[in-house]
T-cell receptor
Framework: AAGVIQSPRHLIKEKRETATLKCYPI?????VYWYQQGPGQDPQFLIS???????DKGSIPDRFSAQQFSDYHSELNMSSLELGDSALYFC??????????????FGPGTRLTVL | LAKTTQPISMDSYEGQEVNITCSHN???????ITWYQQFPSQGPRFIIQ???TKVTNEVASLFIPADRKSSTLSLPRVSLSDTAVYYC???????????????FGKGTHLIIQP
């Protein structure tokens, strides 16, 4: 079965640089979520999109922005990178099922290292 | 969202049944209880969800007492590959459904030994 695709899988950047992470949801999933997981930490929700509109917002820094495109893929843009941004970034997707629990399907993650 | 409390770590042996209990004293009427599993360097994976009594699927069982202030995830006959972090989440059906983000608390590190 198709899964969530994230690219790149690994990324190394220097402080103050920018980075763009991409997420391709499971086909027919219209909702995308972004999470950040620092070393030894639990996943922290950043932001979500439904039908290309921002739906929910978590602890996303102002230096980060994201969007969802017409083909439902999403990009997380990170600027002025800091050492503390080094983390695993997960994207998840879910279908919108009225009255049902929408299980979130997570991708393999992008490991970002800021030097 | 209701706060959850789980043991930080547990260990067991292959072939044993493992029960992980989660406390959620402030659970609201509309809240459901959901468990996710996460292997190192992988994204979390949905295991099971329930509202009350008992739910069972091919992977696990979830026991929820009448007062719903706690729940127990039961993993039958664990194997080495069940070594992972297990997260208990509590929220209403829109949590993770209406495009709401999931709030992961401190999960339980389960270690299975041969």
């Amino acid at each position: 079965a198709a899964g969530v695709i994230q690219s790149p899988r690994h990324l190394i950047k220097e402080k103050r640089e920018t980075a763009t992470l991409k997420c391709y949801p499971i086909p027919r999933h219209d909702t995308v979520y972004w999470y950040q997981q620092g070393p030894g930490q639990d996943p922290q929700f950043l932001i979500s999109f439904y039908e290309k509109m921002q739906s929910d917002k978590g602890s996303i820094p102002d230096r980060f922005s994201a969007q969802q495109f017409s083909d439902y893929h999403s990009e997380l843009n990170m600027s002025s990178l800091e050492l503390g941004d080094s983390a695993l970034y997960f994207c998840a997707s879910s279908p919108r099922l009225a009255g049902e629990y929408n299980e979130q399907f997570f991708g393999p993650g992008t490991r970002l290292t800021v030097l | 969202l209701a706060k959850t409390t789980q043991p930080i770590s547990m260990d067991s042996y292959e072939g044993q049944e493992v029960n992980i209990t989660c406390s959620h004293n402030n659970i609201a009427t509309n809240d459901y209880i959901t468990w996710y599993q996460q292997f190192p360097s992988q994204g979390p994976r949905f295991i099971i969800q329930g509202y009350k009594t008992k739910v069972t699927n091919e992977v696990a069982s979830l026991f929820i007492p009448a007062d719903r202030k706690s729940s127990t995830l039961s993993l039958p006959r664990v194997s080495l590959s069940d070594t992972a972090v297990y997260y208990c989440l509590v929220g209403d059906r829109t949590t993770g459904g209406g495009a709401d983000g999931l709030t992961f608390g401190k999960g339980t590190h389960l270690i299975i030994q041969p």
